[in-house]
């Protein structure tokens, strides 16, 4: 099993504390900005910042779901999501750029091994990514 990876990255016109506010809430903003790939949203604990729990279904492909459930953490300009379920870990990091901030998302997971390994660390990163970039942008128009 190999590790699988995909990361975006945005620049936003909002100050790092303000990104990182509206990254940590879970509640509010992040049900606004998530795509369609995101299905049966839901805060189980918490809704803001350090030990929330929130679950969904990931829709990544017509035919490849994961059902997710996160445990919040976070740290300095760093929100990290493990989920319960599987070795999926997203990262969303904040830093200064200008007068606003970048945003920088990766997600990483342990991926099959043999032939089916080799087409999840070839196309699956592709995929994320487009998710990644539709949940950057909605979140940069969130933050206006």
């Known amino acids: 099993m190999a590790q699988v990876s995909a990361s975006s990255s945005i620049t936003t016109a909002a100050t790092p504390e303000r990104a990182l506010a509206a990254l940590s809430d879970y509640e509010t903003v992040r049900p606004r900005i998530l795509p369609e790939q995101y299905l049966d949203y839901a805060v189980v604990a918490g809704g803001r910042g350090d030990g929330t729990v929130a679950q969904w279904t990931l829709q990544a492909t017509e035919k490849r779901s994961r059902d997710v459930k996160a445990s919040v953490t976070v740290s300095g300009n760093t929100v990290t999501e493990r989920d319960a379920n599987s070795s999926l870990v997203t990262t969303w990091e904040v830093a200064p750029s200008g007068t606003g901030s970048t945003i920088t998302t990766t997600t990483r997971w342990q ?34």
Do not use: C, M
């Not at 539709?134 to 969130?142: G, I, P």
């Open 111 to 144: 991926g099959a091994g043999g032939v089916g390994g080799f087409f999840e660390r070839t196309f699956a990163p592709i995929g994320l990514r487009k998710i990644q970039q539709a949940t950057l942008a909605n979140l940069a128009r969130e933050l206006g």
